[in-house]
């Protein structure tokens, strides 16, 4: 009788015990922003203290990234415009 008892408690809380172990869902980890950094006088390969668009793109800067630094409109980037540019992410 007392063994009939407990085998019907352990049999009640079995499920319990299983369930309460399954495997919560994890944390999604979203995908950090990757930040360019970018060196003026690396980028500025004819040496001439401005980086033209062709400069800009052999460095990887992307058209839309270069017209949002490029404030004058000018076709080219100059040191004042980089380092006021919206990601401030230059180095002389």
Request: hydrophobic share 50%.
């Given at each position: 009788?007392?063994?009939?008892?407990?085998?019907?408690?352990?049999?009640?809380?079995?499920?319990?015990?299983?369930?309460?172990?399954?495997?919560?869902?994890?944390?999604?980890?979203?995908?950090?922003?990757?930040?360019?950094?970018?060196?003026?006088?690396?980028?500025?390969f004819s040496g001439d203290k401005k980086i033209s668009r062709e400069e800009a793109k052999k460095a990887g800067i992307s058209d839309a990234e270069f017209n949002q630094i490029d404030k004058d409109h000018s076709g080219f980037i100059t040191w004042s415009e980089a380092v006021n540019s919206p990601s401030k992410n230059w180095t002389e």
């Open positions: 009788m007392k063994f009939s008892k407990i085998a019907t408690v352990l049999f009640c809380l079995f499920p319990i015990t299983v369930f309460s172990q399954a495997a919560t869902p994890t944390a999604q980890v979203v995908n950090p922003i990757v930040v360019k950094k970018y060196s003026f006088k690396n980028v500025d």
